[in-house]
């Protein structure tokens, strides 16, 4: 059987072998329960998400969160570290300022945000803090989470094959392997086929759905975090790991650095493609 | 760039495309209708939105509407079941909403959802299909497109028409 709702801001689709036991409609059902909880936790522009109130208050005072908050957190600070700051999810204003994201709760435009992801401090009864002021975008790896959360949930019912795909970023279980089929950067419609695969998370970043002109210039949602500047790219990067939540950041990094030889790629385990244009062509 | 692929050591990078456009049917009227209200009688109340409530209906969503016909159906409770769909650059989503005689969400089912990328004649031809129109191609499912990953379309389309549709609840449906 094979589902779809909005959510996380795309489409996820959730497809599950069918068995003679009923129980996996509602591990289906459960299964989208896991991803609109991620959404209402993590979503930038909600008022009352965990992310909004961190970005919000976490500079003035620790505020509590829920246990799968604080696992994205912690994940994405060792990400960053891992990935040489590629990974990186504080450059929230740049996207606020450019129109890339809503402004949320609390937020200052003229505010200097001069944290670093090596800001975010994890302290008792679940609590986080930020040692300076930040804004935070989880955008680049709540999918992925989603997805493997999704996963488990399915896995754990007793489910033995199935997919699980956020708006492009996936994964796959079971016995049978399953081809994947990464969009073309350069031609809309068309597709990379790529695998067999089994037993994998794939997650693909490209600009073609959010580039546009500022100023004459083409740029994209993808914000260089060593200068903070929006920038566009003709590639596409694939990651092939084993959670979705890594390969969903990795794939930034990959993007970003412009190489698909990114050192933290072996600590991950993870393999990368780069599709499209030229890796040069990279405004600064 | 010669796309590469090292996993497994198979070389099985292959473009593919698909003939005319994808698409993915995930559930029926009744499907859906089972799936949200379940075991739930449900009558339906197709409504013809008057001009002064389509007017309303706009202003207090922000959303336009595009069609003042609705295909609701109304449970005992006051619930309500309505099939919608949206247009969006590149694809074409039918879904359900189940709203709560409380005005809220209860779920949202995706029923279909079409996209497109073709030329400009193709493009034409399959929105044509959409506007209740006879066009000369029929949609063709292609069954071998799954897995897709990639940058994809965003919900606002779907969550916007969930705003409409919220709108119209209080001012047609209430």
């Known amino acids: 059987m094979r589902r779809a709702r909005p959510a996380l801001g795309t489409i996820v689709e959730i497809e599950a072998a069918q068995s003679a036991d009923a129980g996996v409609e509602q591990a289906v059902m459960r299964a989208f329960d896991a ?17 909004a109130r961190l970005n919000r208050d976490a500079y003035r005072r620790p505020v509590a969160v829920h246990r799968w908050t604080r696992l994205v957190l912690r994940a994405a600070q060792a990400l960053w570290r891992d990935t040489e700051g590629w990974f990186d999810c504080t450059v929230a ?7 890339f994201l809503p402004l949320h709760a609390g937020f200052d435009p003229g505010g200097r945000y001069e944290g ?26 709540a999918k992925g989470f989603a997805v493997d959360r999704a996963i488990e949930i399915l896995q754990s019912a007793g489910v033995e094959c199935g997919v699980v795909n956020a708006g492009g970023d996936l994964r796959v279980f079971g016995p049978r392997p399953e081809f994947v089929h990464v969009r073309d950067p350069q031609r809309p419609g068309a597709f990379i086929r790529r695998g067999p695969f089994s037993n994998i998370a794939i997650a693909t970043s490209a600009a ?19 200068t903070r500047m929006l920038l566009d790219v003709p590639y596409s990067a694939t990651i092939v790991a084993a959670s979705c939540m890594i390969a969903d950041a990795l794939t930034k990094a990959v993007i970003l650095s412009g190489s698909d030889r990114v050192a933290c790629l072996a600590r991950y385990r993870a393999t990368a493609f780069i599709d499209g244009g030229g890796l040069g062509a990279r405004a600064a | 760039m010669q796309p590469k692929d090292v996993l497994f050591g198979l070389p099985v990078a292959v473009l593919v495309a698909p003939a005319s456009a994808y698409a993915a049917v995930y559930l029926t009227v009744e499907q859906a209708q089972q799936l949200i209200f379940p075991n739930v009688a449900l009558a339906p109340a197709p409504i013809a939105l008057s001009d002064v409530q389509k007017k309303a209906i706009q202003e207090q969503s922000g959303v336009r509407v595009r069609s003042t016909s609705l295909r609701a159906w109304r449970t005992p409770g006051g619930d309500f079941f309505i099939v919608d769909d949206v247009l969006g650059k590149h694809e074409y989503i039918t879904y359900a909403v189940g709203i709560t005689a409380r005005g809220t969400v209860k779920q949202v089912e995706i029923l279909e959802y079409r996209e497109t990328y073709g030329d400009a004649v193709r493009r034409q031809e399959w929105l044509a299909q959409f506007a209740g129109k006879n066009s000369a191609a029929p949609l063709r499912l292609d069954e071998d497109i799954r897995n897709i990953s990639g940058a994809t379309l965003s919900s606002r389309h779907i969550t916007d028409g969930i705003k409409r549709l919220l709108a119209t609840y209080e001012i047609a449906l209430r």
């Open chain 1, 208 to 226: 073609y759905h959010s580039r546009k002109t500022i100023a004459g210039r083409p740029v994209s949602h993808f914000v260089n975090p060593r």
């Open chain 1, 93 to 99: 204003p740049t996207l606020v300022t450019h129109d």
């Open chain 1, 35 to 51: 991803v609109e909880r991620v959404q209402r936790l993590m979503s930038f522009h909600a008022p009352d998400s965990d992310l």
């Open chain 1, 116 to 141: 670093s992801m090596a800001d975010i401090e994890f302290e008792r009864a679940g609590r986080v803090r930020f040692r300076r002021p930040l804004s935070l975008d989880l955008g680049g790896i």
